[in-house]
């Protein structure tokens, strides 16, 4: 048997350390973000010149600020519950948010994830290839691969928003019936979760942004050795003119 009281015991540490963890730390940088995103929003809003980058960096902000809001929702408010009585009372609705809110922060993730490494690569063009920057410099151009990269992130999260609804029955060896949600089983989140969504969401975008990232550095080295030897062959021009 176990004591009631240190059941009860465990679950204050539990509510202790998820109010620690994720209200006490992670609601102040939701906070936070928001303020920051509004004021980026708002500057780049402002600006005359509307460009390709202006375009991309918007929606890398809106996408953000759709996971940080999700993150409030689903993980600070509940957590609120350790020093906020009434919250303590709506684990069913606590439950229902965190149902909705999981597919949508996922969501997010993936749109925050490619805009910036989509971001990255027309940037790359535009310094390593100027002959084609023509094709990537129309805010048409940007705004069709916003609306494909979101389009794809949906069927992405199709799987992740109702894998806790789908229910599998099979027998199991004991010719026992068995049911599980599709979440839950194995072969689910080998394949899904833990294959296709780190592929395509963790390996390829990181992947991607290293490259990019050390092609510029190539190239920016490269101009800086570039500018060095014009210098120093306009000063040994200039001394021998002298």
């Known amino acids: 048997f176990v004591d009631a009281e240190q059941v009860t015991l465990h679950h204050s540490h539990c509510a202790l350390f998820e109010f620690a963890l994720k209200a006490a730390m992670t609601g102040p940088v939701c906070l936070a973000g928001f303020a920051a995103n509004t004021v980026c929003f708002m500057g780049l809003w402002r600006e005359r010149r509307f460009s390709p980058s202006t375009f991309l960096i918007q929606a890398i902000v809106i996408a953000d600020f759709a996971v940080l809001w999700m993150l409030f929702v689903g993980e600070s408010l509940p957590a609120l519950g350790y020093v906020i009585p009434v919250l303590r009372d709506c684990s069913a609705v606590c439950g229902y948010v965190k149902a909705v809110s999981r597919p949508l922060l996922f969501l997010s993730h993936v749109c925050v994830a490619w805009f910036t490494t989509m971001a990255a690569v027309n940037r790359y063009i535009v310094m390593s290839k100027p002959a084609q920057a023509d094709a990537v410099s129309s805010v048409d151009y940007a705004r069709k691969r916003v609306i494909v990269i979101t389009l794809c992130a949906v069927l992405l999260t199709l799987p992740l928003t109702f894998d806790t609804a789908l229910t599998l029955n099979y027998h199991s060896g004991d010719d026992h019936i068995r049911h599980e949600t599709l979440s839950q089983n194995h072969w689910y989140r080998l394949l899904y979760v833990h294959a296709t969504i780190?592929?395509?969401?963790?390996?390829?975008?990181?992947?991607?942004?290293?490259?990019?990232?050390?092609?510029?550095?190539?190239?920016?080295?490269?101009?800086?050795?570039?500018?060095?030897?014009?210098?120093?062959?306009?000063?040994?021009?200039?001394?021998?003119?002298?």
């Not at 942004?209 to 570039?226: D, E, H, K, N, P």
Request: proline fraction near 2%.
């Open 198 to 242: 780190v592929l395509l969401v963790y390996v390829i975008p990181m992947a991607t942004l290293s490259f990019v990232a050390l092609r510029l550095w190539c190239i920016l080295s490269a101009l800086r050795r570039l500018r060095r030897a014009v210098a120093a062959t306009y000063r040994t021009q200039h001394m021998d003119s002298t």
